[in-house]
């Protein structure tokens, strides 16, 4: 079943493709709307009013907080050193821990980019296409480039 009975969805989440999704354990805000062949994986916490478009991996240990763009195909990571084995046996959930990504009010983040786990996007921050976010990023800034660079700091600003 593409969403589980465990997640739990807000009033009014708008889901256009239910059998394309893969939602599990998750939590959902009031209003969000969720696209296409996203994965939203368990104790992910995704706010109200959000915009999660198509093809994007909302892994474990994300928090998104209200009114959050994610452009399409945007990946988060929560693993800093991914392993198939460990020891030569395959790895299991207790061979490895999950490390936390902030996703602060109103930030925008542009279709591709990946999010390296451990980072805290700021308020209303910007997060160019094709990024690579290996660090922080300030209220309201803009970064873009392979990895993110700052571009332009307090250029966004709340409801535009």
């Known amino acids: 079943m593409p969403i589980a009975e465990s997640v739990r969805l807000g009033k009014g ?3 256009f493709h239910p059998g394309l999704v893969n939602l599990y354990g998750c939590t959902v ?3 969000t709307k969720i696209g296409a062949f ?3 994986q368990k104790n992910a916490e995704i706010g109200k009013r959000c915009k999660i478009s198509s093809h994007s991996l909302l892994c474990e240990g994300l928090t998104i907080e209200d009114e959050v763009f994610v452009g399409h195909g945007v990946m988060f990571i929560n693993d800093k050193y991914p392993r198939a084995t460990a020891d030569g046996r395959l790895q299991t ?3 490895w821990k999950v490390v936390p990504t902030v996703v602060k009010r109103g930030a925008s983040i542009g ?3 990946v999010i390296l ?3 805290v996007i700021g308020r209303n921050a910007l997060v ?3 990024a690579v976010v290996t660090r922080d990023v300030p209220d309201g800034a803009q970064v873009a480039g392979v990895p993110a660079r700052l571009m332009a700091r307090a250029a966004i ?3 535009r």
Request: glycine letters at 30%; aromatic letters at 0%; hydrophobic letters at 30%.
């Open 29 to 31: 805000g009031d209003g």
């Open 38 to 40: 996203v994965e939203i």
């Open 13 to 15: 989440v708008q889901i």
């Open 117 to 119: 786990c451990g980072v």
């Open 111 to 113: 279709s591709g980019a």
């Open 128 to 130: 160019g296409a094709g």
């Open 157 to 159: 600003s709340e409801g």
């Open 93 to 95: 959930e207790e061979d």
